[in-house]
């Protein structure tokens, strides 16, 4: 499965 | 990071200078939720669990830190300022919160990107800053007059949140792998409910009157 998407928003 | 996301991040910046001036010069917080922004300390607390363990930019990270100073020392003058505390309109304030509370989190469990303790905070973060502004919503329509720094203040915040959809719609289309379901219904449920508010405030600044909200 994919790995979440780093968050890199506030 | 694009011009659209940066401009909502100094709205936002913007809205919360804006309420500690509004506190700090007239001493008031009248007109102001404590609701929202005990809801607001908490997105940033449960959000920014990732403070120590993702490093994304030193932007990123100052900006993590004055969120989470700036909302808890909102909450905190709100609640213990023997003169603060004095102007604060509890009887109007009455916002069933703990619901929202409960619902962001049960959703948070139900849908995240990952099964873990941090996804599912930040997850929980994201719907409930989505709906954190009702409480806010809600006592300005009851109290009807609406002062200049608390409508500027909720003004910017709407603004914010507007400028981080234009970031959205940027960044799908200059970016290859551009998903983000979560942020970005939830963003724009959390727009939507700044709608109404807009449409009054656009109407004052026309007219060049006071803001009034329907009762």
Sequence with gaps: KEQPQRHDEL | ?215
């Design chain 2, 1 to 215: 990071m694009n011009i659209f996301r940066f401009a909502g991040d100094m709205m936002h910046l913007t809205s919360i200078l804006v309420l500690l001036l509004k506190i700090y010069a007239t001493k008031s917080c009248s007109g102001i939720s404590l609701k929202t922004q005990e809801l607001y300390a908490l997105v940033f607390l449960a959000r920014y669990l990732d403070l120590f363990t993702d490093f994304i930019s030193v932007y990123n990270t100052i900006m993590k830190l004055v969120f989470i100073v700036s909302s808890t020392a909102i909450v905190w003058c709100m609640k213990r300022d023997r003169v603060v505390r004095r102007s604060y309109d509890k009887q109007l304030d009455t916002f069933r919160h703990y619901f929202l509370l409960a619902a962001s989190f049960a959703l948070a469990l139900l849908v995240n990107e990952k099964f873990t303790f941090q996804e599912i905070f930040w997850a929980f973060s994201i719907y409930l800053e989505a709906v954190a502004i009702l409480p806010q919503l809600v006592l300005l329509q009851r109290s009807g007059n609406v002062d200049n720094l608390t409508g500027q203040y909720v003004f910017f915040l709407g603004a914010y949140r507007a400028f981080y959809i234009l970031n959205w719609i940027y960044r799908y289309f200059t970016e290859t792998h551009f998903s983000r379901w979560i942020a970005c219904i939830s963003g724009l449920v959390q727009t939507a409910l700044y709608a109404d508010f807009f449409y009054y405030y656009y109407i004052s600044w026309k007219n060049n009157t006071k803001l009034k909200l329907p009762a």
